[in-house]
């Protein structure tokens, strides 16, 4: 069964501490990696797509990589308002389905 | 841009009810999604078209959820008859050319069903 795990399921940090979040999927032919963030309230906005191991990209303190197996979400000296819950989410190839990890909540204290 | 728009945004109903929730797709999206998000269970996906047809509905839960895209710009959800555990903040979401661009979200429709 398709699957995309996310861990850890929540992490508190203070200003300035950097971190990374995991991703982990077992997708057949995985067509695209997404990564979004969600606020509370809001539906969940778009981040990053990445398409094949190696690949990286980068948004102000963001920086997310792939793997065969796993993709990384780099914040580096996070600030409060990077507090939200960061989802991540596979395409696969065939039915080219999108599954959703549960997401990652990240609290980031002054 | 005004985005993927969902109505109601909060729609409270009684057990047995009929519930349509309504989405309105960026303007020349040709992908849309329905999403429900509960604490539980995260993300799921229920159905997506593909210019106005059904591609996947294999997430739609039971004979008690449909689907309709009649245009090009406008979806809707129904729930007949409606059940506590159909309680959950439904999502709608469009793209140009998925898997190629992503999905855009909406606000999301919050369902209470008592």
């Known amino acids: 069964e398709d699957q995309v795990t996310q861990s850890p399921e929540a992490l508190r940090l203070q200003e300035g501490e950097s971190s990374s979040l995991n991703c982990s999927y077992t997708?057949?032919?995985?067509?695209?990696l997404f990564w979004y963030r969600q606020d509370p309230g809001k539906g969940p906005e778009f981040l990053f797509t990445?398409?094949?191991a190696g690949e990286e990209k980068e948004k102000e303190r963001l920086k997310a990589t792939l793997t065969k197996k796993e993709s990384f979400l780099h914040i580096t000296a996070p600030k409060p308002e990077d507090s939200a819950t960061y989802l991540c989410?596979?395409?696969?190839?065939?039915?080219?389905?999108?599954?959703f990890g549960k997401g990652m909540k990240l609290t980031v204290n002054p | 841009d005004a985005g993927v728009i969902q109505s109601p945004r909060h729609e409270v109903t009684e057990m047995g009810q009929e519930v349509t929730l309504r989405c309105k797709p960026i303007?020349?999206?040709?992908?849309l999604f329905w999403y429900r998000q509960t604490m539980m269970r995260g993300l799921e996906l229920l159905i997506y078209?593909?210019?106005?047809?059904?591609?996947?509905d294999s997430g739609m839960p039971e004979d008690r959820f449909s689907a309709k895209m009649p245009n090009a710009s406008f979806s809707t959800l129904k729930i007949q008859p409606s059940e506590p555990r159909d309680s959950a903040v439904y999502f709608c979401?469009?793209?140009?050319?998925?898997?190629?661009?992503?999905?855009?979200f909406g606000n999301g429709t919050r369902l209470t069903v008592t």
């Open positions: 303007s020349g999206h040709n992908s």
């Open positions: 989410a596979a395409a696969q190839g065939g039915s080219e389905k999108l599954v």
């Open positions: 990445l398409y094949s």
């Open positions: 979401a469009s793209s140009d050319s998925y898997p190629n661009s992503p999905l855009h």
């Open positions: 078209f593909n210019n106005n047809v059904p591609i996947d």
């Open positions: 997708v057949s032919g995985l067509r695209g």
